[in-house]
């Protein structure tokens, strides 16, 4: 089998959107306005277990990444979610949404909600990350290339459907569509470059569907959790 050229090979990926967990029945509730607070806070409270992880990962990548010029791009998603001087932090944003829809931070920290679908999915991808070659990786958190879409719908639905949660909750979602723009443009370059061969090609695509199989698991695991 020839190798796709670099469009036709983003075009393949970009094609596996149609997985992607926000065709999932329970965020298509979510964003219709037929969860209640007990459910909304369910899924809150267990896509906290997800964002306190997500710089655990790109510390793995970082430390399997001998190549500087990379790991100076990747040291940003650390503090993006982490914080910084001038910067809270996603983890922190992601706390206020707590708040706005009723949990309190030990209830997150605590992970007392946290069900074993989404404890396993969660750490199945932060293993892989330390497991596999960066670039490998890296390809894996190509799903933030359908993330936007997600944030957005959020950001226009949730104030329509959920009244009683405050707004200000919101800003995670917002921060999250430029830098998800960003880590996609650097992610999809070192993937286009380092998966050059028809079979390596198919190897990334698998991937991103094992990427994506863990965030569709992670509702799965929510949807059966919270009824
Ligand atoms: O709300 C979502 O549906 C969603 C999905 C994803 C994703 O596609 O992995 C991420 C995020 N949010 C997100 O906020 C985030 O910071 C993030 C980082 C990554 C990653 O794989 O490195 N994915 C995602």
């Known amino acids: 089998m020839p190798a796709w050229d670099r469009a036709e090979f983003e075009a393949q990926l970009r094609a596996r959107g149609a997985g992607y967990h926000i065709h999932h029945p329970f965020n298509t509730r979510m964003n219709s306005g037929l969860l209640g607070p007990e459910q909304i806070r369910g899924w809150v409270a267990?896509?906290?277990?997800?964002?306190?992880?997500?710089p655990r990962k790109d510390a793995a990548i970082l430390?399997?990444?001998?190549?500087?010029?990379?790991?100076?791009?990747?040291?940003?998603?650390?503090?993006?979610?982490?914080?910084?001087?001038d910067n809270?932090?996603?983890?922190?944003?992601?706390?206020?949404?707590?708040?706005?829809?009723?949990?309190?931070?030990d209830d997150l920290w605590s992970h007392r909600h946290v069900i074993p679908g989404v404890r396993f999915a969660v750490d199945a991808y932060v293993n892989f990350a330390r497991q596999v070659p960066w670039q490998e990786a890296v390809c894996s958190s190509l799903t933030e290339m359908f993330a936007p879409r997600i944030h957005k719908d959020r950001l226009a639905n949730w104030p329509l459907h959920y009244g009683w949660i405050d707004a200000d909750g919101l800003q995670y979602f917002r921060s999250?569509?430029?830098?998800?723009?960003?880590d996609v443009e650097h992610g999809l370059r070192v993937t286009l470059d380092h998966f050059t061969t028809r079979a390596q090609q198919e190897r990334a695509l698998e991937i991103l569907q094992f990427k994506l199989d863990i965030l569709w698991a992670m509702l799965d695991a929510i949807d059966r959790a919270y009824p």
């Open 46 to 54: 267990n896509r906290f277990y997800y964002q306190v992880n997500i």
């Open 63 to 85: 430390a399997n990444c001998p190549d500087r010029a990379t790991r100076r791009l990747w040291v940003r998603r650390i503090l993006d979610h982490d914080g910084g001087e």
């Open 88 to 105: 809270e932090g996603g983890i922190e944003a992601w706390l206020r949404l707590g708040a706005a829809v009723g949990l309190a931070a």
């Open 176 to 182: 999250r569509i430029a830098l998800a723009e960003r």
